[in-house]
């Protein structure tokens, strides 16, 4: 890991820190993703799990997290770690409550029902990158609402 002063870069050190390599030629990202879905299209949960091993560097032979996977990481982590994730959860549940709305029902036209609802999913594929700066909040923010 490399230490930087902020305020010691110039502007354009600066600029440098924040690109994302990976970002900067849209047409390879759009190539790249193109391939990606292709392949999750053709092969599943297979193209999934390698992907998994080409991006993240994380060997997976299923894609859900076991019971006791999560286990083991909870295990790793601190009381003020967890007590912090704690309290992210419920002010993001908090959140997201408050903007459930009663179901919305129109009919837009004789015959022609359109209704707007909130309504929970019971399973969720979410892709959260690891890589050099992992954030629990990424996951928070994805799967909590």
């Keep these: 890991m490399q230490t930087l002063i902020w305020k010691t870069l110039s502007s354009t050190q600066q600029a440098d820190v924040l690109t994302r390599p990976a970002l900067s030629d849209e047409a390879d990202i759009g190539a790249v993703v193109r391939e990606i879905i292709a392949a999750v299209r053709s092969r599943g949960d297979e193209a ?58 129109v009919e837009t036209q004789p015959g022609v029902v359109c209704e707007l609802r909130t309504q929970p999913i019971s399973r969720v594929g979410l892709y959260v ?4 700066a992992p954030l629990p909040s990424t996951v928070m923010m994805l799967a909590i609402p």
């Design 48 to 105: 999934l799990c390698e992907l998994s091993q080409r991006f993240e560097r994380a060997p997976r032979q299923q894609l859900q997290v076991s019971d006791a996977e999560i286990e083991a990481a909870c295990a790793r982590l601190g009381d003020d770690i967890k007590g912090a994730i704690k309290a992210a959860i419920a002010n993001i549940r908090t959140f997201h409550a408050a903007q459930v709305q009663p179901v919305v029902r």
């Design 129 to 132: 990158p690891g890589g050099s």
